[in-house]
């Protein structure tokens, strides 16, 4: 089992610029959440998908966006990149429908952005 | 709604020594909380969970946590640190209905002096 997995490791954009970032959830998990972990704080809830829609959203603009595709793994888009931006964006998987899964999110290694 | 508060944003500690790292928690629904080790560079690794079983959680390298509600604590402790110990560890509160949902604290950077 190869856990969850994102790509890539790291990327360097420029102010104005759009970024993809990816994830493949762990095996047996349906479930995909997004967290921005800014230099010195904590992770931050971005948005979770689960079956292939936004179930929860946290408090960030529309700039933010995402889609899961049918075999659960998930892109993360953010148009518009401000220099804010820039931080650590962690994937975790989790299981919604049950399973030892259940209770616990299991995250990636992340991804690092940088804008300049 | 959910908030964690970690306080002490550094603590150090001789190698050996009790390690305390605290956590308080609010939630307006029975919690799910974790605690998670972070090395520079790393995603986040699972240290323990409480998940409304037993109140005192053992979890991976020696560590454990005690859930008090009367508190509304999750406080992580180790009896004698290592070296490896040295980290940043992050406190969460997860409503029990959506484990992937959570709310973290602001972290502890733990140093182990020799």
């Known amino acids: 089992d190869a856990g969850v997995t994102q790509s890539p490791t790291h990327l360097i954009k420029t102010r104005g610029q759009q970024v993809t970032l990816r994830c493949s959830p762990k095996s047996g998990h349906d479930t995909v959440s997004w967290y921005q972990q800014a230099l010195g704080q904590g992770p931050q809830f971005i948005f979770q998908y689960y079956e292939e829609e936004e179930r929860q959203r946290g408090n960030f603009p529309d700039r933010f966006s995402g889609h899961q595709f049918p075999n659960y793994s998930s892109e993360l888009n953010v148009n518009a990149l401000l220099l804010g931006d820039s931080a650590l964006y962690l994937c975790a998987s989790s299981s919604l429908i049950g399973g030892e899964a259940y209770n616990e999110q299991f995250f990636g290694p992340g991804t690092r952005l940088t804008v300049l | 709604a959910q908030s964690v508060t970690q306080l002490g944003s550094h603590v150090s500690v001789s190698e050996g020594a009790l390690v305390l790292l605290r956590c308080n928690y609010s939630s307006s629904v029975p919690p799910y909380l974790f605690w998670y080790v972070q090395y520079p560079n790393q995603g986040l690794q699972l240290l323990l969970k409480y998940t409304s079983a037993a109140t005192l959680v053992k979890g991976i390298n020696g560590f454990e946590a005690e859930f008090k509600k009367s508190e509304t604590s999750f406080h992580l402790t180790k009896p004698s640190a290592h070296m490896s110990d040295a980290a940043e560890y992050f406190c969460?509160?997860?409503?029990?209905?959506?484990?992937?949902?959570?709310?973290f604290g602001d972290g502890t950077t733990l140093t182990v002096k020799p």
């Open positions: 969460a509160v997860t409503p029990n209905t959506n484990a992937g949902k959570s709310t």
